[in-house]
């Protein structure tokens, strides 16, 4: 098992940054796809960006793409996403994940296997 907790959420004006962090715990995620996700007030869950086990590969959604980073620090069990010129429409609440190794990287972005409970994001106009 694996258990992620996101932190780094809060308010920021628009424009702003904010650095997310997801801590692993349980297992070494060194041989795991990663990835964040979000979800905005009434709307489904949607894909942010995610990144191959050993950093080498990263995908991003079109809305964030040029602004978002994600980075990993296999050591420190940790996934980061950096988060430049933020927009109101990138509030949601941020969710962590996890997919277990031996897929491709599509496969385990579109499966993931475990998941954080969350860290909000409000971002004001």
């Known amino acids: 098992q694996v258990q992620l907790v996101e932190s780094g959420g809060g308010l920021v004006q628009a424009g702003g940054s904010l650095r997310l962090s997801c801590v692993a715990s349980?297992?070494?995620?060194?041989?795991?796809?990663m990835g964040w996700f979000r979800q905005a007030p009434g709307k489904e869950r949607e894909f942010v960006a995610a990144?191959?086990?050993?950093?080498?590969?990263?995908r991003y959604s079109d809305s964030v793409k040029g602004r978002f980073t994600i980075s990993r620090d296999n050591a420190k069990n940790t996934v980061y996403l950096q988060m430049n010129s933020l927009k109101p429409e990138d509030t949601a609440v941020y969710y962590c994940?996890?997919?277990?190794?031996?897929?491709?990287?599509?496969?385990?972005?579109?499966?993931?296997?475990?998941w954080g409970k969350g860290t909000l994001v409000t971002v004001s106009p």
């Open positions: 994940a996890a997919g277990t190794p031996g897929r491709s990287f599509s496969e385990a972005i579109n499966g993931m296997d475990y």
């Open positions: 349980g297992r070494t995620i060194s041989s795991y796809v």
């Open positions: 990144i191959s086990w050993s950093g080498g590969t990263t």
